[in-house]
């Protein structure tokens, strides 16, 4: 069963919903320049309106009421607060945007869990070397101070960088990762310096610096040994595994995501038995669906009844000490790379209509329920 103070949310991201790509003296950001480019995105969909929340956040109000949710994570979108990236111009529309969406959610009783950096470097960070820049560490401390200092007092629940893997180096690799990468280096000829960089003692640690465990899950693979299948260094062939999908795991709508709910479980308890007892909240999770679309997504539905029950277990069986759940997402809205063709939605948006109506799905309505049920 679920504690009294579960944080019981939906998420969403800046770049993916707000629109309003130059509005209000907001600078361009990475996505905004890679979706202008053509190829780059199915269908060459952009970001420039999304679901235009940047205009309609009363819209989203109304959605996460609509399902009566404690929390809601959003993430800021640098750019918007500082256009060129640093403090020395402050877009004070893009601070008065971010100080309605808190105070209306702590008006409406819901907490604000707030993402830092949500895949939308400000374009003109990137210009001069991005996550490379040797300066990068200095202007995101920087950019994270003012807004501790801007919103602080409000939001309590932080969470700096959105999927760090995705562009932050670690404290260091483990050994084993190194050892195994050095060997298959030798395995294909390569003689040159290590494929990972090392670390000076210089560089600060963010081991155990955490007040919690953020974690995002839609999916897992079963692995076998690759006995040498990939004939090309690739991080592919250093893991030297072969994924497989078992055939009893249903696929949703795009080909990546098989559906497993007992997969997050096990990594629930992964986490807990190899990073230590502490607090975790599941920071997305969810479910797509592409090409003609009903709101009456029954197997959306039944996909967050069988992952909350695997939650339950977590916590009631296996003692992972489970703070909050948010799923992935909110409304449709734009999929990266995928553009507008994969909705997570608990809403629908109707991305042909100028107003972006918000529709709410079956799956919404269900999760209204679950939220109601064990919140009680």
Known sequence: MFPRNFAWGAATAAYQIEGGWQADGKGENIWDTFS??????????????????????????????????????????????????????????????????????????VTPM??????????????????????????????????????????KLWITINEPYVC???????????????????????TGESRLPFFSKDEPSVLGTADFFALNYYTSRKVRSACGDFNALSMKSDQNVKEVLHPSWPISGVSWLAVVPDGLRKLLSYVKNNIGDQAIY?????????????????????????TISEVAKAIGKDGVDVRGY????????FEWADGYSARFGL????????????????????????VKMYSS
């Open 114 to 155: 707030v993402t830092l950096y949500h895949f939308d470097l400000p374009q003109a960070l990137q210009d001069v070397g991005g996550w490379k820049s040797s300066n990068i560490a200095a202007l995101f401390d920087s950019y994270a101070r003012f807004c501790f200092e801007t919103f602080g007092d409000r939001v």
């Open 282 to 306: 599941i920071t997305e999770n969810g479910f797509a669906q592409t090409g003609l679309l009903e709101t009456e997504d029954v197997q959306r539905a039944d996909f967050y009844k069988q």
């Open 326 to 333: 948010f799923a992935w997402s909110l409304m449709d809205n």
């Open 36 to 109: 202008h480019e053509t190829g780059r995105v199915f269908g060459d969909h952009n970001g420039d309106v999304a679901c235009n929340s940047y205009e309609l956040w009363e819209e989203d109000l109304r959605c996460i009421q609509l399902l009566g949710l404690t929390h809601y994570r959003l993430s800021i979108s640098w750019a918007r607060l500082l256009p060129e990236g640093t403090t020395r111009h402050v877009n004070h529309k893009g601070v008065e945007y971010y100080n309605e969406v808190i105070d209306d959610l702590l008006a409406a009783h």
């Open 347 to 370: 809403f629908h948006v109707d991305f042909s209509d100028e107003k972006r109506a918000r529709t709410i799905y079956h799956s919404g309505k269900e999760y209204a329920k679950l």
């Open 168 to 190: 932050a180096k670690l404290g260091d690799y483990p050994e084993v990762m190194r050892t195994s990468i050095e060997s298959n280096s030798k395995t294909h000829g390569y």
